[in-house]
């Protein structure tokens, strides 16, 4: 499973009219949804920033056009899920970034949040253990869509954390079908299956808390006035880091080795780029 990874090569699709730079948002907008009814997540994001920042409308209609796009990347992960398969959550985040640098009075929500806390909200309605994991994953992804700009230490590790607190609930709910479940994914390899994700973001909460404790206040502030200002992505490390979690982790087995060297270096240049100041 990799959200990261490059896909291969797929068939030459025809080509397609790109659209004019002086086209409106809503042409960006549909265009967009276009890109999503069609499978490919990443190419109706990069439309839809584009409708942001394009924006000039009455602020009404950009609440239904954030409506829209949630309630239908909602629906797509929902059959994913019980089809046993993971949409780029993370993604999103890029709405949030763009929405914050050009449009922040319009809203102050951000779908990484929503997505993450839908399926909070819903675990309990998945059908067995593969739908609620695949769940899992999604809220997860989601949360790593966060930490790509997040700016405050203390509350990226609080996010952190609230991705292992969902883990064990998903457990939970996977226990909850009892051993004899017909499923392909029995509740008892539910855990492993769960560990590299978990164990990646335990570790970097716990490097968030190490370097929020090593600041005072006042630091912590300058911080993260500093990193609103600066939206660097570090999204590269901390992709690499899940996707050395999720492949160098198997039967329950945690990472270690060079498997655990190369997350730790993951996470430690993710660190590098949050504290950097540029200086």
Known sequence: ?????KKEAAPEAP??????DDAGWRRWSERGFEKLDGGNLAAAVEHWVQAIDRFDDEPRFFVKFRKQILDKVISGMCTYAKQGRIIPTHLLAELDAE????????SSDRFVDDIFYYVKENMSSAEGPEEAVMYFFNAAYAIAGYLRFSTDLRVSAERCDEVLRLADYCLAQCNSYGRHYRGGLKPKYVAPSLRG???TFRYL????????????EEELASL????ESHMDDRLDPLSSALQNGINTVGMGKKPRGKAMAALEADIDKYMQMFLSKGE
């Open 99 to 106: 929405i914050y640098l050009k449009h922040r009075e319009l």
């Open 15 to 20: 080509p397609e009219t790109p659209l004019p």
């Open 205 to 216: 909460m716990d490097k968030l808390n190490e370097a929020a404790d090593s600041m005072s």
């Open 224 to 227: 993260r006035e500093y990193r």
């Open 197 to 199: 994700v978990t164990e």
């Open 1 to 5: 499973m990799s959200l990261f990874k």
